[in-house]
C-alpha cells in the first residue's frame, strides 16, 4: 500500500469527482482485472509492439470506472 497505483486509483478519482476529465493509462494484466465487476472491452485493434527483439501482437482496451476513462495496453508479456 501507498504505492504509485494506489495514488493514481484515489487521486483520478477525486479529481473526476471534482470535475475533472481524468484518462489512466495502464499495462493490462487479465488476472488482476477480469475477477472484478468491471466490463473491459476493446479500443483499438490489434496492433505490433517490439519488445526485446520480437513482435508481439497487441491492443488497447477500454473502461469507465467512478467517471475515470482508463486505456489498459493488452500484450502477451503481461499474461502470466
Excluded: M, W
Excluded at 15 to 33: I, N, Q, R, S, W
Excluded at 50 to 77: E, H, W
Amino acid at each position: 500500500s501507498g504505492g504509485l497505483a494506489d495514488v493514481v486509483g484515489a487521486l483520478s478519482v477525486c479529481l473526476a469527482d471534482k470535475g475533472c476529465e481524468c484518462v489512466v493509462f495502464l499495462p493490462f494484466y487479465p488476472k488482476k482485472l477480469l475477477n472484478k465487476s468491471i466490463k473491459i472491452e476493446p479500443a483499438i485493434g490489434y496492433f505490433s509492439v517490439y519488445i526485446g527483439g520480437k513482435n508481439y501482437a497487441s491492443r488497447i482496451l477500454q473502461s469507465t470506472y467512478k467517471g475515470v476513462r482508463y486505456y489498459f495496453l493488452d500484450n502477451p508479456l503481461y499474461h502470466r
